[in-house]
């Protein structure tokens, strides 16, 4: 069983940054995806960035790709999303998630068992 807890969200004004911080506890970490989601109000659950612990690489959704980063800390079993350059379009709720996933499937919500309970994310125009 995995355990996630995120933090680090805020208010924040367009064009500033804010990075976010998942703590990962129980499993094994080095062979999970880890995905970082968010739900915006009124709209569906939507993918943003993932990264395979044991390969490195790194995926994002095109509207964040080149102003957020997914990044890890091995030693801590943290993964962190930095967002630079926010805009009002960001605001929503973030949630980390993890699970294997052998089928690159890693942009759906479906494919992850392990979710945190979210952090607000509010960026003001």
């Known amino acids: 069983q995995v355990q996630l807890v995120e933090s680090g969200g805020g208010l924040v004004q367009a064009g500033e940054s804010l990075k976010l911080s998942c703590a990962a506890s129980g499993g094994t970490p080095s062979t999970y995806f880890m995905g970082w989601f968010r739900r915006a109000p009124g709209k569906d659950r939507e993918f943003a960035a993932a990264?395979?612990?044991?390969?490195?690489?790194?995926y994002y959704v095109d509207s964040v790709q080149g102003r957020f980063s997914i990044s890890r800390d091995n030693a801590k079993n943290m993964v962190y999303l930095q967002m630079n350059d926010l805009k009002p379009e960001d605001t929503a709720i973030y949630y980390c998630?993890?699970?294997?996933?052998?089928?690159?499937?890693?942009?759906?919500?479906?494919?992850?068992?392990?979710w945190g309970q979210g952090t607000q994310v509010t960026v003001s125009s």
């Open positions: 998630a993890a699970d294997r996933l052998y089928n690159g499937r890693y942009s759906y919500a479906l494919e992850y068992r392990y």
């Open positions: 990264f395979s612990w044991g390969g490195g690489s790194t």
